[in-house]
């Protein structure tokens, strides 16, 4: 018997998410689905106006929260550091900036 190609699996995977706006792969990142003319055509109809209403958009931003909170992981201590000194550096570098173009303009109106 043949074993399902990478590319099966995911179509697979994505028709048994019912319209979730993405897929999670197997190293843990999230791609984006491609939505099938056939799943549009499933939906139920949306009010005369063609946007969707308050709760309706409450309910999927309510779903799109919970996929999110599914996937993400507390970082540990060294992946911290990380993150943590990088954003630390990037501070820094605008605050230069900032203090710079600060110095320039006072040097220009002497």
Do not use: W, Y
């Not at 897929?23 to 689905?33: C, D, N, R």
């Not at 491609?34 to 779903?63: C, D, E, H, N």
């Amino acid at each position: 018997m043949q074993e399902p190609s990478r590319n099966e699996d995911a179509e697979h995977h994505e028709a048994s998410m019912e319209g979730e706006e993405a897929i999670q792969t197997g190293q843990g990142s999230v791609q984006p689905s491609v939505v099938s003319s056939q799943s549009t055509q499933a939906r139920p109809a949306q009010a005369t106006s063609g946007a969707p209403s308050f709760m309706q958009r409450l309910k999927i931003f309510t779903k799109e929260c919970v996929r999110v909170f599914k996937i993400t992981k507390k970082p540990d201590k060294q992946e911290f550091m990380m993150v943590s000194k990088i954003a630390g550096v990037g501070i820094l570098i605008i605050g230069a900036i900032g203090f710079i173009v600060h110095l320039l303009q006072q040097l220009l109106k002497a």
